[in-house]
């Protein structure tokens, strides 16, 4: 009845979800495509129930579905078929789940969505500062002897710091458009 709410663990489960993967002949199979899949067939039910498709489409959709037929041409000359399907189904995952998203979304959702992104950044930050502090970590993330490179449950850096990269610009709009409404409220709140 109600697919968006895979939305909320799927926010924890793509900082967290290398904790805990099933591996089938080389192909692992964690907590976020589960849920992803387990979204988007709740979605094609309820759809399908009520007989009704809702489809949003932008520009973004048929980039996607350019990069997607470059991805499945691309398939012809691979002479390892496993990796490669194994990239064009995470591009598939996310053509899915942004069409269910920005499909079946409202208002408040959205900024549901938005605060467990955040909140999920917010404790896989907190993790790479303490292995940052702690210098908790393999010796080969030491750098000039004395810091530790954090890794959070990437169990590598750059895909870290990738995913904290992609959240910063998040965060930083929610501040800049939430600015006004928090101080309104923190003054409603305050005894006088």
Not at 61 to 74: D, E, H
Not at 96 to 108: D, K, N, P
Not at 165 to 183: C, D, I, K, N, S
């Amino acid at each position: 009845l109600r697919p968006t709410l895979a939305l909320y663990p799927l926010a924890f489960s793509i900082p967290f979800g290398s904790l805990y993967e099933l591996s089938f002949g080389g192909i692992t199979i964690g907590l976020s495509e589960l849920l992803v899949w387990a979204a988007v067939m709740a979605w094609s039910l309820q759809m399908m129930a009520f007989r009704r498709v809702r489809l949003v489409r932008s520009r973004l959709t048929g980039a996607l579905l350019c990069y997607l037929g470059a991805l499945i041409l691309s398939l012809w000359p691979a002479r390892n078929l496993a990796p490669a399907s194994k990239e064009l189904a995470k591009w598939v995952e996310f053509l899915l789940l942004y069409l269910f998203v920005a499909s079946e979304l409202g208002r408040a959702q959205a900024q549901a969505l938005i605060g467990a992104l955040l909140l999920a950044g917010t404790l896989e930050g907190a993790l790479g500062i303490y292995q940052f502090v702690r210098q908790v970590g393999p010796p080969g993330f030491v750098l000039m002897g004395r810091y530790m490179r954090a890794h959070g449950t990437f169990q590598q850096p750059n895909p870290f710091g990738g995913y904290m990269g992609l959240l910063l610009p998040l965060a930083y709009t929610t501040v800049l458009t939430r600015w006004r409404e928090a101080l309104v409220a923190l003054k409603g709140r305050s005894p006088g």
